[in-house]
């Protein structure tokens, strides 16, 4: 790299000239570095590309610049074409990808003609006539196009491959040293990765969905769990991200930190938590799915899901042997009316036992609040819930759950204070064996 150096010495002293307001200070500089360039794409020399990165610490304006494209294979320096920069101001740390094909990514300027694939060839960034930086490829092209030695170095054109620089800007003044052969990465930071290029560019491959659950296990069938989902775009396309999903179904959009739509630029990613309840029986392992489907830049769709596994703690028996009475009923016994409904408090669980056909509860709200009901392990599965509002002689119907289901979660979204009843119809025999379990969560 040639660097151009003026200074005004006056009687041994530097002398600096103090900037006007508006003018740009003399320590701000600009440094333009060639740092990727994929002169080589085998059958696809559409797909060619040159990307200029800003390594100094003020705007560039590029239309001072062009790009000179050399053959140097007959020993002599022949530019075969030279590509006037666009007017556009690039800002410091930040790239302009030059390409031949619209179907390179993050392109900024389109130009017409083929960079030259075989060698030895260079690029030269020139401002005016005066070479800034070049780079010469498959061996040396006469002065001025060649720092220090481009001997070695090469595209293969296999497998979406470019030279560029790593990390992004390195100058040694040395072609061959500061350039090798990376995955191509055109606008965005050059990466250390030389190999499975394809990956980065394969839509099946573009997303990877993480889980995770705190805490990892429950003490009881509809324990909740904070969700943590992690959505990774691996590769160098923007992912439109519109769908996420968990379990296979329930939307979370809105749901916790949860929003789409999101867009991730290339080896971008977002993280979202939410909540939700472990529905299983004691003892088992439940898995929990998240997963991820967006577009990218081509309108292809990618997608992926990722898993974490939550267990329901073994429930503990314990056997209390009691002296037989002929009074003794079963718990929250009777409660076969509205009048006679068992009170339950507020986010705790009980254990009922569906021995009747109607088995009644009552629940107080102290302020309005979102409210859910965890109805599981309910054995007979044929029957329903419903959940009124006011007085027993002037009830309302706020909500029921009427599937055939063992387990299931009535959500009826947020309801005022006030007295509330449940009541359970089982359409099925009496089950004296299995408890089933209830509980109000509120808020």
């Not at 494209?69 to 006037?84: E, F, H, K, P, W």
């Not at 556009?88 to 990808?97: H, Q, S």
Request: aromatic share 10%.
């Amino acid at each position: 790299m040639m660097k151009w150096y003026m200074f005004l010495l006056l009687l041994g002293f530097v002398v600096t000239a103090v900037p006007r307001f508006g003018e740009q200070a003399p320590d701000d500089v600009v440094e333009l570095r060639l740092n990727e360039i994929d002169y080589k794409q085998g059958s696809l020399p559409g797909n060619q590309f040159i990307e200029i990165i800003n390594k100094g610490d003020a705007a560039a304006n590029l239309s001072d610049y062009n790009l000179r494209l050399v053959d140097g294979r007959s020993g002599q320096a022949v530019v075969y074409q030279t590509i006037n920069l666009p007017q556009a101001t690039l800002a410091p740390g930040d790239y302009f990808v030059l390409c031949n094909s619209a179907t390179v990514i993050n392109c900024d300027y389109q130009f017409t003609g083929i960079i030259q694939e075989s060698g030895p060839g260079a690029v030269a960034l020139m401002l005016s006539s005066v070479v800034i930086d070049t780079v010469s490829y498959e061996g040396n092209t006469p002065s001025p196009y060649t720092e220090g030695s481009g001997m070695g170095l090469a595209d293969d054109g296999v497998g979406y491959k470019s030279i560029a620089r790593f990390p992004d800007g390195l100058d040694n003044n040395q072609n061959n040293v500061d350039f090798s052969p990376r995955c191509i990465t055109p606008g965005l930071a050059n990466r250390e990765q030389d190999a499975d290029c394809e990956r980065w560019l394969d839509p099946a491959q573009a997303l990877e969905v993480t889980v995770s659950a705190f805490p990892t296990a429950v003490p009881e069938p509809g324990g909740l769990v904070t969700m943590t989902a992690h959505i990774a775009n691996q590769s160098i396309f923007n992912i439109d991200l519109h769908s996420l999903t968990a379990n296979g179904g329930q939307n979370l959009h809105g749901v916790g930190s949860c929003l789409l739509p999101q867009i991730l630029t290339g080896f971008a990613s977002y993280t979202c938590h939410f909540t939700t309840a472990v529905i299983g029986l004691f003892g088992e392992e439940i898995g929990q799915t998240v997963t991820a489907v967006g577009r990218d830049d081509f309108n292809r769709q990618v997608a992926d899901s990722g898993q974490t596994a939550v267990s329901i703690s073994q429930r503990i028996r314990w056997d209390i042997y009691l002296p037989l009475l002929q009074s003794l009923r079963p718990y929250g016994e009777p409660n076969n009316t509205c009048i006679q409904g068992y009170p339950l408090l507020l986010n705790q669980t009980y254990s009922f036992l569906a021995e009747d056909r109607d088995d009644w509860y009552s629940v107080d709200l102290p302020q309005q609040g979102v409210v859910r009901i965890h109805w599981l392990n309910f054995v007979p599965q044929e029957g329903q819930m419903i959940l009124y509002r006011g007085e027993c002689l002037n009830l309302t119907i706020v909500a029921n759950s009427g599937q055939t289901a063992v387990n299931r979660i009535l959500d009826v979204g947020s309801q005022p204070a006030g007295r509330y009843y449940i009541r359970i119809i089982s359409d099925a025999p009496p089950n004296n064996q299995d408890a089933y379990t209830l509980r109000v969560q509120f808020p």
